[in-house]
């Protein structure tokens, strides 16, 4: 069974970096499949940030290519997120996903809930 | 970019159908997946690519996509079936994975 956890702060401060990483277990990222950072906003709707392959492939929203960038260490079967100047905007749960062939997300982990003030 | 429309709400009778609608443009030339999500959890995929049901997930969820809309639909509805509902494609235009703005389904 693949499980997937978030970790990272729960707070960052407006106009810094926000750093979070999703260990997977269960199966080898090197293995195939991409893997995703999803957010949710508190009372809002679902947010792809950014999809990543093990090989480093990656693709990005479009609304936040420019503030993101996704990394993967398959040594510790993690995958990362950076989200630059970050605002209170950017406040939400964050979710790291496994995508299912071919566009479907079909093993999330349980989220981490990014705070962003002073 | 693509949207996916949805209504906010949905309520239903226990033991009665919930239909969820997910409108976009063409999206019946697309493969369509449902999510549920109960307060404080993570989504759970509950249909993929139109119609299929993953491993443990009950037959009571179905789904159709045509033309401009596609539809979740929940049969023999039960409290525990109260949670949001969101759709969620793959736009090619513009490579990126789209998600429909939620349902919150209450059980009556």
């Known amino acids: 069974q693949v499980q997937l956890q978030e970790s990272g702060p729960g707070l960052v401060k407006p106009s810094e970096t926000l750093s979070l990483t999703c260990t997977v277990s269960?199966?080898?990222?090197?293995?195939?499949?991409?893997w995703a950072w999803i957010r949710q906003p508190p009372g809002k709707g679902l947010e792809w940030i950014g999809s990543i392959y093990h090989s480093g492939i990656t693709f990005y929203n479009p609304s936040l290519k420019s503030r993101v960038t996704l990394s993967v260490d398959t040594s510790k079967n993690q995958f990362s997120l950076r989200l630059t100047s970050v605002t209170a905007a950017d406040t939400a749960v964050y979710y790291c996903?496994?995508?299912?062939?071919?566009?479907?997300?079909?093993?999330w982990g349980q989220g981490t809930l990014v705070a962003v003030s002073s | 970019s693509y949207v996916l429309t949805q209504p906010p709400s949905v309520s239903v009778a226990p033991g009665q159908t919930a239909t969820i609608t997910c409108g976009g443009n063409?999206?019946?030339?697309?493969?369509v997946h449902w999510y549920q999500q109960k307060p404080g959890q993570a989504p759970v995929l509950v249909v993929y690519?139109?119609?299929d049901r993953p491993s443990g997930i009950p037959e009571q969820f179905s789904a159709s996509n045509s033309g401009n809309t596609a539809t979740l639909t929940i049969s023999r509805v039960e409290a525990g079936d109260e949670a949001d509902y969101y759709c969620?494609?793959?736009?090619?235009?513009?490579?990126?994975?789209?998600f429909g703005t939620g349902t919150k389904v209450t059980v009556l």
């Open positions: 690519n139109d119609n």
């Open positions: 969620q494609v793959w736009d090619s235009t513009s490579d990126h994975y789209v």
């Open positions: 063409n999206i019946g030339s697309k493969s």
């Open positions: 996903a496994k995508r299912g062939a071919p566009t479907y997300f079909d093993y």
């Open positions: 269960g199966y080898s990222i090197s293995s195939g499949y991409y």
